[in-house]
C-alpha cells in the first residue's frame, strides 16, 4: 500500500506538465496516438505508464480504454481526475486548452501542497538533530552519573551498542519517515551509473575543461597516479594516505558537478531563448531558428545550439544534430523542448505558438523547482551542515564536562568505571560521528534524486566532523 502511494506520487509529479504537453501538440494538429507516444518516449516520471497505454494501443486496444487502464493501475484521485479530462478530450475532439486549463490548476495545487509540508519537513529536521545530538548527550550524562551516584553502573559494551545500533536505527526511522513523507520534486533523474550517455557527457566535459581525452583513460590514469603517491605517503602519513586514494572519486563527482551547472544554466536560458524563437518570422525553417539561438548570446545554451549548426553544415540531418544535443547533456527541460523541436520539424507544423507557450510551461516549472529547492534546502542545511557542526560539538563539550566529574571518595573502583566509560564513550562517539555523517550523506543525496553523490558529502564533511569534535573536546579540556 506505501509502496503503491509512494508510486502515485512520483507520477502526479510531472503528470500536469505532461499534460499540457498533450495540450500543445494537439493544438500544433498533432494526432492523439502521435501526442501520447511521445510523452510515452519522453523522461516524465509517468513516461512509462504511458508507454503501456501506446502499446495496448500497438496491440488492438481503444484508446479510451487504454488509458481508462492507466488510470486503474494509478492509485491517485488527480491521475483518475487527467485520464478522465484526456478520454474527453479524444472522444469530442476537442483542442488543447481544456487540457492545459486543469493541468495549470494541478500545478498551484502541487505548489500549495508542498509549502503546506515545508512547515512539517523543518521540524522533522530538527527532531533529526534532536535524536541526533540531545538524546546521545543526556544518555552520555546518565551514564556517567547513574554509574558514581545511584550504582547502576553501565559497561562499555553497552554504550558501543547504544551508539553503534540504537541512535543509527532511530535516525534511520525517522529518515524514512522523512524521506517517504516528503512530496516528489521536479528536480533531474540520475543517469545511471557509467552509462552510454553519462559516459559521452563526462568526454564532452572533458573537452570543454580542454582535455582532450576520453573519460575512461583519464580516470585510469588518475587511478593510477594517486594509488602511487598513496603508497609512497604510507611511509609518512600512516592511514591518511587513505584519502588520497579517494582522488578518482573526487575527480568524477566534480565533474558531474560541472555537468549539472551547465545544464542548471542551460534550463535557465531556455524561456528566454524560446521566446526569442517565436518572434522569428513565420515559416523560418528549423535550421534557420537553431542557428539565431546559437547567434544569441545565451551562454551553455548558445553554445550548444552553435554544434548543433555546425554538424548540419557539414551534411548532418537536423534531427540527429538535435538529437546529439540531447545525449551531451543532462538536463530533462532541453530533452522536452529537442523532442518539441523535432516532432515540428517532422510534420512541417509552425512552431512560434508551440514554442512560445513551451518557454511558458518552463518558466512556471522553473519557478515550481526552485520553490521547492528552496524548501529543501532548510532541511539540507540542517541536517548536513547544521549537523556535522553542532553534533560534533555538543558531544565533545558533554565528554568534557563528564570528565570533570569526581567519583564520591575517589575509590580506585570508581576512578577505574568512570575512565573506562569516558574511554569507551570517546570511541564509540567518533563511530557514531563517522555513522552519522554517512547516513545524513545519503539521506541528501536521496532528496536531491543523485544518490551516489553521498561520497562526495561523505569524503567532504567526514574530516570536518571529526576535526570539529577532536578540536572542541580539547578546548573543553583546557577550559
Known amino acids: 500500500m506505501k509502496f503503491a502511494k509512494s508510486r502515485a506520487m512520483r507520477i502526479e509529479s510531472d503528470l500536469p506538465i505532461a499534460i499540457r504537453s498533450i495540450g500543445i501538440q494537439i493544438n500544433m494538429k498533432v494526432p492523439f496516438e502521435s501526442a501520447l507516444k511521445n510523452v510515452a518516449d519522453s523522461n516524465y516520471q509517468c513516461s512509462y505508464e504511458f508507454k503501456k497505454v501506446v502499446n495496448m494501443v500497438e496491440g488492438g486496444a481503444t484508446i479510451p480504454d487504454s488509458l481508462r487502464q492507466m488510470a486503474d493501475r494509478v492509485d ?70 547513574a554509574g558514581l551516584y545511584l550504582d547502576s553502573p553501565t559497561s562499555p559494551s553497552d554504550i558501543w551498542f547504544i551508539f553503534i545500533f540504537v541512535f543509527p536505527v532511530v535516525e534511520i526511522l525517522l529518515i524514512f519517515y522523512i524521506k517517504y513523507s516528503t512530496p516528489s520534486v521536479l528536480t533531474n533523474v540520475s543517469e545511471p551509473l557509467f552509462s552510454k550517455r553519462e559516459i559521452l557527457m563526462l568526454n564532452e566535459e572533458l573537452r570543454n575543461l580542454g582535455l582532450d581525452v576520453k573519460f575512461k583513460d583519464f580516470i585510469i590514469a588518475v587511478s593510477v597516479v594517486s594509488s602511487v603517491v ?141 520553490e521547492q529547492a528552496s524548501s529543501l534546502s532548510l532541511q539540507k542545511y540542517t541536517i548536513l551542515v547544521g549537523g556535522c557542526i553542532m553534533v560534533p560539538i555538543i558531544l565533545s563539550v558533554i565528554l568534557g564536562i563528564i570528565s570533570g566529574i569526581q567519583p564520591p571518595g575517589q575509590d580506585a573502583t570508581s576512578l577505574e568505571f568512570k575512565n573506562a566509560v569516558l574511554s569507551a564513550s570517546f570511541e564509540a562517539v567518533q563511530a557514531y560521528l563517522v555513522i552519522y555523517v554517512l547516513l545524513a550523506s545519503i539521506f541528501i543525496a536521496f532528496q536531491e534524486g543523485r544518490l551516489r553523490t553521498f561520497i562526495g558529502y561523505f569524503i567532504l564533511f567526514l574530516p570536518i566532523t571529526l576535526f570539529i569534535f577532536n578540536v572542541a573536546r580539547d578546548l573543553v579540556k583546557i577550559v
Open 230 to 370: 598513496a603508497i609512497s605517503a604510507a611511509v609518512f602519513f600512516s592511514i591518511y594516505c587513505l584519502l588520497i586514494l579517494f582522488i578518482p572519486v573526487i575527480v568524477y563527482l566534480v565533474l558531474l558537478w560541472f555537468i549539472e551547472r551547465r545544464s542548471n544554466e542551460i534550463e535557465q536560458y531556455l524561456p528566454d531563448a524560446l521566446l526569442y524563437a517565436a518572434t522569428l518570422e513565420f515559416g523560418i525553417p528549423m535550421e534557420k531558428i537553431i542557428q539565431n539561438i546559437g547567434d544569441s548570446g545565451y551562454h551553455s545554451l548558445s553554445k550548444e545550439f552553435k554544434k548543433a549548426e555546425r554538424q548540419i553544415k557539414i551534411g548532418i540531418n537536423p534531427i540527429h544534430a538535435l538529437l546529439n544535443m540531447k545525449d551531451r547533456n543532462h538536463s530533462i527541460l532541453l530533452d522536452r523542448v529537442i523532442s518539441l523541436l523535432i516532432q515540428c520539424y517532422k510534420t512541417g507544423k509552425d512552431v512560434h505558438h508551440a514554442i512560445k507557450e513551451t518557454a511558458e510551461d518552463i518558466f512556471e516549472l522553473n519557478m515550481l523547482t526552485k
Open 76 to 145: 491517485s484521485q488527480i491521475v483518475k481526475k487527467l485520464i478522465v479530462q484526456l478520454i474527453h478530450v479524444y472522444l469530442e475532439g476537442l483542442d488543447g486548452s481544456e487540457l492545459k486549463h486543469s493541468a495549470d490548476e494541478l500545478i498551484n495545487s502541487q505548489r500549495f501542497r508542498f509549502k503546506e509540508f515545508s512547515a512539517k519537513l523543518n521540524f522533522m529536521s530538527l527532531m533529526f538533530i534532536a535524536v541526533s545530538a540531545i538524546a546521545p548527550t543526556m544518555y552520555l550524562a546518565y551514564v556517567v552519573v
